[in-house]
């Protein structure tokens, strides 16, 4: 069955960076689009862009250019996201999803930052 | 980028009872395939979201037939006949026709 596995929260001092996976399995890893999303407690869902494994196409929403960079493992199927220069305001769960449909998703991880 | 209005922000209704939540986007959702890339999600307290409907109308895997999307262009609906104590939760819609993605508001569904 298809199924995307986060990583564990992670807490982080301002400034610093974290790197976020979702670990894809029950399907063809180079063949669908990995999306990733952005919710700030009892706040709605932001995309953040998307990778599509299977040539490393990127496209990142305007707002968190800079801000986050998606990498891709194939031979792990696993993809990344990095966040950079966090803020306060990068505290927030973040998701994977598969796909346009969002047929898929990880099950989220909590990233604070404070220090 | 596109503005997803969701409406209402939240409802309260009894188990069997029917409801409908309201999408508009402030461009059409068509896209140049033809397709209309409008979904519909719920949240479950505490849970990631899991996807009901797809291109409007489609339904999920695995999704009970109380859930019906319809639509076109800029207006959307979602209907849920009959809720039932496990359709507690967020409803999120969101649009995949034009990047950025949007996601509406969300709809905040309470059980009385």
């Known amino acids: 069955q298809v199924q995307l596995q986060q990583s564990g929260a992670e807490l982080a001092k301002p400034g610093t960076s974290v790197k976020l996976s979702c670990k894809a399995s029950?399907?063809?890893?180079?063949?669908?689009?990995i999306y990733w999303v952005k919710q700030r407690p009892g706040q709605g869902l932001e995309w953040i862009g998307y990778?599509?494994?299977?040539?490393?196409?990127?496209y990142y929403s305007e707002k968190f250019k800079g801000k986050a960079t998606f990498t891709a493992d194939t031979s792990s199927s696993t993809a990344y996201m990095l966040l950079g220069s966090l803020t306060p305001e990068d505290s927030a769960y973040y998701f994977c999803?598969?796909?346009?449909?969002?047929?898929?998703w990880g099950q989220g991880v909590m990233v604070t930052v404070s220090s | 980028d596109v503005v997803m209005t969701q409406t209402p922000p939240s409802l309260s209704v009894a188990i069997g009872q029917s409801v409908s939540i309201s999408c508009k986007s402030s461009q059409s959702l068509v896209h140049s395939d033809g397709k209309t890339y409008l979904n519909w999600l719920l949240q479950n307290p505490g849970q990631s979201p899991k996807r009901l409907i797809y291109q409007v109308s489609n339904l999920g895997s695995g999704v009970p037939d109380r859930f019906s999307g319809t639509g076109s262009e800029k207006d959307f609906t979602l209907k849920i006949s009959r809720v039932e104590a496990e359709d507690l939760g967020v409803y999120h819609c969101v649009q995949a026709t034009h990047v950025p993605l949007t996601f509406g508001s969300g709809t905040k569904l309470e059980i009385k």
């Open positions: 990778i599509y494994p299977g040539n490393g196409g990127t």
């Open positions: 999803a598969r796909s346009r449909y969002f047929d898929y």
């Open positions: 029950g399907y063809t890893f180079t063949s669908y689009y």
